[in-house]
């Protein structure tokens, strides 16, 4: 084996060196990487303790008072009144209930990649009307005033579904965090094939330095201990999901006088043409080339 020169063992050595320079550098980083799949794992494990925690809260509240209820009317020795009363209460349980649920089962679609976007002939107006007639008892609860501004009936093509689930959001966060006696104004019109929705209240409004927040999953700006107003932090995250899904935009405002304002831009979509549908209410009616509907 012949001797290295000095310049050859220098050469050698730094080749070496280099070589277990890289090696180290390529160890911190996949150690860098772990690190990080590390770091989302352990969210994503916080994010689904969080989610199991208040969706069982959500749920298993409004199911009680429906099953204690409904115990009540068993047991047949109330007055008529009484029992109105509490059919009436089950009634606003339940829709509780069912509202908890839509999110839910929304959001698992959305997470799975299986939320389609279904285009029909939708009539705006009364979506609008729905959602406010099934908040009917939380408005009342808290003593507020809504009104409702359009230039008349509003058809649109877009997601039925979709839309009565963010209107229907966006609504019981206005009511929500609202005060006593305050105002909920909705506004909805059609410009250059857009719809523009807003949702206004007078409620505590939204911290600036909190809004770049607000449509996280499970975002409270009230969480913790400390927390005054129910829900599960999904609502603006779905509503943000849902937008997107169907190329819109959205975005959250506090006027100097207080309160929110969403507001919200929907793009015109084509329907298929082998199938024309329009949805009133939920109920999509398909028409046919002899021009006869049949509800769906």
């Known amino acids: ?21 890289k090696a180290l550098d390529d160890v911190k980083m996949i150690t860098k990487k772990l690190e990080e799949m590390n770091r989302k794992l352990r969210e994503s494990e916080q994010i689904k303790s969080t989610f199991i925690s208040l969706v069982k809260n ?31 209460m089950i009634h606003q349980e339940s829709f509780d209930l069912d509202f908890q649920l839509r999110n839910i089962f929304i959001t698992a679609e959305l997470e799975s990649g299986e939320a389609e976007v279904q285009i029909s002939s939708v009539d705006v107006t009364a979506i609008i009307n729905d959602a406010i007639d099934s908040s009917s008892h939380l408005l009342k609860e808290k003593k507020l005033n809504i009104r409702v501004e359009t230039p008349g009936k509003i058809i649109f093509n877009t997601d039925s579904s979709h839309l009565n689930l963010i209107v229907a959001n966006l609504l ?3 009511i929500e965090f609202n005060i006593d006696g305050g105002d909920v104004v909705i506004k909805a019109s059609v410009a250059d094939e857009t719809l523009n929705l807003t949702v206004e209240d007078s409620g505590i409004g939204v911290d600036p330095t909190r809004i770049g927040r607000l449509f996280d999953r499970f975002y409270q700006s009230d969480a913790g201990i400390t927390k005054h107003h129910k829900g599960h932090g999904l609502g603006l995250a779905i509503i943000k999901a849902l937008i997107d899904s169907m190329d819109g935009t959205i975005n959250v405002e506090t006027p100097k006088k207080g309160g929110s304002i969403f507001s919200l831009t929907l793009p015109h979509k084509q329907i298929d043409a082998d199938s024309a549908t329009f949805e009133v209410d939920g109920g999509a009616f398909f028409f046919d080339d002899d021009e006869s509907a049949e509800a769906f």
């Open 172 to 174: 019981a966060n206005a």
């Open 1 to 21: 084996m012949s001797e290295l020169s000095d310049d050859a063992l220098i050469a050698e050595l730094k080749s070496r060196f280099d070589t277990t320079k």
């Open 58 to 88: 959500e749920i298993n509240n409004p199911l009680t008072s429906i099953q204690g209820l409904s115990e009540q009317l068993k047991q047949g020795t109330h007055s008529p009144e009484t029992v109105t009363s509490i059919a009436d």
